[in-house]
């Protein structure tokens, strides 16, 4: 079974700030890991998503994140905050064995001015 | 195309009443996937399906809730009777494949009186 622990339920940051959010996972077979936005009002919409390959992987909206295997880590980082990423973010995890994809709790991102 | 398309986007009903949540799915997608939000339990699966086969409903909360979906482009979810406590935002969301991106609707945002 996979999981993922996201620390930290709400991050606030000042404008032009580096964001850095926290995600690590429990997994016994090499994970596929997803970070997700949702806006208020909103779906869940892709941001960047790791499932071979290079361990850097780069998103929409100048987000990145990196896979440490060593860590089991997948943190979300973007070196300068804008107002308009004020947002809740998932970070989630599935496997190609158990193709359950599997949420995190979210983390709420408050910019402040 | 489109997207995930919810009706209805909000419902109100009383408790006991039967409720249907409809989803049509990206055309082309083979995975359907049935998510309920509250602040208090986050975002948690209820049901997935593959091919229209359902693969795992470990999530759905009790016997009250089922889930179908009849043909590619169509899966209903029902609460029934349905209790104050199945208040939440019900998300649908489709994939091509886990791996994939998972495409979500805006969500129905039930009440239960």
């Known amino acids: 079974a996979q999981s993922v622990t996201q620390l930290g339920s709400h991050v606030s940051v000042s404008e032009g700030a580096l964001v850095l959010l926290r995600c690590n996972y429990s997994?016994?077979?090499?994970?596929?890991l997803f970070w997700y936005v949702q806006y208020p009002n909103q779906g869940l919409q892709l941001l960047l998503k790791?499932?071979?390959?290079?361990?850097l992987v780069k998103g929409i909206n100048g987000f990145e994140a990196e896979f440490k295997k060593s860590e089991t880590s997948f943190h979300l980082t973007k070196p300068s905050a804008h107002m308009s990423d004020a947002a809740e973010y998932f970070c989630?995890?599935?496997?190609?064995?158990?193709?359950?994809?599997?949420f995190g709790t979210g983390t709420r991102l408050t910019i402040i001015p | 195309d489109a997207g995930v398309i919810q009706s209805p986007r909000h419902e109100v009903t009383e408790m006991g009443q039967e409720v249907t949540l409809r989803c049509k799915p990206i055309s082309g997608h083979d995975y359907l996937f049935w998510y309920r939000q509250t602040m208090m339990r986050g975002l948690e699966l209820l049901i997935y399906f593959n091919n229209n086969v359902p693969i795992d409903d470990s999530g759905m909360p009790e016997d009250r809730f089922s889930a179908k979906m009849p043909n590619a482009s169509f899966s209903t979810l029902k609460i029934q009777p349905s209790e104050p406590r199945d208040s939440a935002v019900y998300f649908c969301a489709s994939s091509l494949r886990t791996v994939s991106e998972a495409f979500f609707g805006q969500g129905t945002r039930l009440t239960v009186v």
């Open positions: 790791y499932t071979t390959g290079a361990t």
């Open positions: 989630a995890v599935s496997a190609i064995i158990n193709e359950k994809l599997t």
């Open positions: 997994s016994s077979v090499p994970p596929y």
